[in-house]
Protein backbone atom coordinates (compact mmCIF):
# COMPACT_ATOMS: atom_id res chain seq x y z
CA UNK A 1 0.00 0.00 0.00
CA UNK A 2 1.00 3.49 -0.47
CA UNK A 3 1.62 5.46 2.15
CA UNK A 4 -1.41 7.85 1.18
CA UNK A 5 -3.82 4.35 1.43
CA UNK A 6 -2.54 3.70 5.08
CA UNK A 7 -3.37 6.88 6.46
CA UNK A 8 -6.55 6.91 5.12
CA UNK A 9 -7.55 3.85 7.57
CA UNK A 10 -6.25 6.26 10.36
CA UNK A 11 -7.89 9.11 12.37
CA UNK A 12 -4.14 10.78 11.92
CA UNK A 13 -2.33 13.08 9.93
CA UNK A 14 -0.28 11.63 6.89
CA UNK A 15 3.05 13.16 7.76
CA UNK A 16 2.31 10.96 11.54
CA UNK A 17 1.58 7.88 9.50
CA UNK A 18 4.72 8.49 7.14
CA UNK A 19 7.04 9.52 9.61
CA UNK A 20 6.20 5.93 11.07
CA UNK A 21 6.13 4.01 8.16
CA UNK A 22 10.03 5.39 7.47
CA UNK A 23 10.81 4.17 11.64
CA UNK A 24 9.37 0.65 10.83
CA UNK A 25 11.13 1.03 7.31
CA UNK A 26 14.23 1.75 9.08
CA UNK A 27 13.80 -1.24 11.06
CA UNK A 28 12.69 -3.68 8.51
CA UNK A 29 9.57 -4.30 10.01
CA UNK A 30 8.68 -2.81 6.63
CA UNK A 31 10.25 -2.69 3.14
CA UNK A 32 9.38 -0.70 0.45
CA UNK A 33 9.19 -0.27 -3.45
CA UNK A 34 9.35 2.50 -5.69
CA UNK A 35 7.16 2.45 -8.87
CA UNK A 36 7.68 5.98 -10.40
CA UNK A 37 6.84 8.34 -7.93
CA UNK A 38 4.93 6.59 -5.60
CA UNK A 39 6.47 4.13 -3.26
CA UNK A 40 4.51 0.64 -1.78
CA UNK A 41 5.10 -0.94 1.54
CA UNK A 42 5.17 -3.98 2.28
CA UNK A 43 5.31 -6.22 5.78
CA UNK A 44 8.45 -7.95 6.56
CA UNK A 45 7.29 -11.01 7.53
CA UNK A 46 10.15 -12.74 8.58
CA UNK A 47 10.90 -9.41 11.12
CA UNK A 48 7.96 -9.77 12.47
CA UNK A 49 8.05 -13.25 13.02
CA UNK A 50 11.08 -12.12 15.25
CA UNK A 51 9.77 -9.53 17.28
CA UNK A 52 6.93 -11.72 17.72
CA UNK A 53 8.66 -14.40 18.98
CA UNK A 54 10.60 -12.13 21.17
CA UNK A 55 7.59 -10.93 22.99
CA UNK A 56 5.59 -14.17 23.47
CA UNK A 57 7.41 -15.17 27.01
CA UNK A 58 6.03 -11.45 28.10
CA UNK A 59 2.98 -12.19 26.71
CA UNK A 60 2.32 -15.68 28.40
CA UNK A 61 4.18 -13.93 31.85
CA UNK A 62 1.26 -10.91 31.52
CA UNK A 63 -1.22 -13.42 30.49
CA UNK A 64 -0.20 -16.04 33.79
CA UNK A 65 -0.43 -12.55 36.27
CA UNK A 66 -3.74 -11.38 34.37
CA UNK A 67 -5.37 -14.97 34.96
CA UNK A 68 -3.80 -14.82 38.57
CA UNK A 69 -5.82 -11.79 39.68
CA UNK A 70 -8.92 -12.35 37.97
CA UNK A 71 -8.43 -15.97 40.06
CA UNK A 72 -8.15 -13.00 43.20
CA UNK A 73 -10.94 -11.21 42.28
CA UNK A 74 -13.21 -13.23 41.65
CA UNK A 75 -12.47 -15.23 45.12
CA UNK A 76 -12.94 -11.57 46.58
CA UNK A 77 -16.40 -10.82 45.00
CA UNK A 78 -17.33 -14.25 46.65
CA UNK A 79 -16.56 -12.85 50.30
CA UNK A 80 -18.28 -9.94 49.89
Not at 3 to 14: E, L, M, P, Y
Not at 59 to 70: A, G, I, V
Request: aromatic share 8%; hydrophobic share 35%.
Amino acid sequence: MTAGAIAANFDTARPTVSKHLQILTECELLKHEQNGREIHYHINAKKMKEVADFIEPFRQMWDSRFNKLESIMKKYKTKK
